[in-house]
């Protein structure tokens, strides 16, 4: 008998974990209120601003060019790079991922050289991380400099559900630091101190927006793959910003133009030089609320 109910006991132990294990993701929070930098600038075409990097028939233009989807499929995923390059800007887009069991799939929205520098690349990442049946979407932000990953992983869960509908992912970049911002509220800061130059990111690069197959890595190490019977997993991309310096890493002399800068400048403008009161306000709440992984605080050093 006593091993009986200590069967039941285990049983009702092992159920409530589970249900708070998904009720734990149901968040309904009232976000901090912060200035709308999205509002700032205007939205550029995709069809205009960008190419195809791979996956070609998995892309498609709607809107006249002001909406793209892309997918994840048995043959491919796909992506997109900006025809430009810039050296520092805002750049930001509306984002609305895939449902259902996504385990495996990463959408990223990222800008990188790498075409130009494979062996001592700059990279800024917003990467989404699909999910398995018991969490949430995952977004982790990284920073490399000089090909070397400077700025570690860092994981945030959402406030929101980010299959129902577009969302906002921006990336704030510029002398000062590196800004990661969802729905225009700061998750994390990259300052560049300046003491070491090489840990900054600070050569041209273009931006990204690409859906791929992260089975060895995305969803808990690797511990659950893409199931391609859930196939094809869709993501939509929507209200594209992309301001800033803009160069040709071809030639040594160029240099930012003067009319490639919005008015309102992303680059040096004292919306962007530092966080503002309610800004740092907003980015401690959501490091509080719904950061739960930092590799500066991993002993493990395992992500």
């Known amino acids: 008998m006593a091993i009986f109910q200590h069967i039941i006991l285990l049983l009702c132990l092992s159920l409530f974990c589970a249900t708070s294990l998904v009720s734990s993701h149901n968040r309904h929070y009232t976000t901090p209120s912060v200035p709308r930098l999205t509002d700032l600038f205007s939205h550029v075409s ?14 498609k233009i709607l809107n006249n060019g002001s909406t793209a989807t892309f997918a994840l499929d048995r043959t491919s995923g796909s992506g997109l790079a900006s025809w430009n ?12 991922l895939p449902a259902g069991l996504t385990s495996g799939v990463v959408v990223a929205f990222y800008l990188s050289n790498a075409d130009m520098y494979p062996h001592s690349h700059d990279e800024i990442d917003i990467e989404l991380l699909g999910n398995d049946k018991r969490i949430d979407w ?11 990953s400077t700025g570690r992983e860092e994981k945030f869960y959402f406030w929101f559900n980010p299959t129902l509908q577009h969302h906002y992912y921006s990336i704030l970049w510029n002398s000062h630091h590196i800004v990661f911002l ?35 890595w995305a969803t808990h190490g690797g511990k659950y793959p893409v199931n391609y019977k859930y196939a094809p997993f869709v993501t939509s991309l ?6 800033g310096c803009m160069v040709n890493p071809k030639q040594p002399n160029s240099s930012c133009s003067s009319a490639s800068v919005s ?20 980015m ?9 992984y ?5 002993t493990s050093s395992s992500i």
């Open 46 to 59: 995709v069809n205009k601003s960008f190419s195809n990097v791979f996956g070609g028939p998995n892309i």
């Open 85 to 96: 390059k810039y050296n520092y800007g805002f750049f930001s887009a509306a984002i609305k």
């Open 138 to 148: 995952v977004l982790q932000t990284n920073v490399y400099a000089n090909g070397v």
């Open 182 to 216: 969802v729905d225009n509220i700061p998750v994390r800061e990259f300052p560049n101190n300046g003491k070491f130059s090489a840990a900054y990111p600070s050569k041209p690069m273009s931006l990204y927006v690409t859906i791929w197959d992260g089975s060895q």
């Open 238 to 243: 929507t209200d594209v910003e992309m301001v």
């Open 263 to 282: 008015s309102i400048d992303p680059v040096e403008g004292p919306d962007f030089i530092k966080l503002s009161n309610q800004q740092m306000s907003a």
């Open 284 to 292: 401690v709440w959501a490091r509080r609320k719904l950061m739960f």
């Open 294 to 298: 930092s590799y500066c605080k991993d």
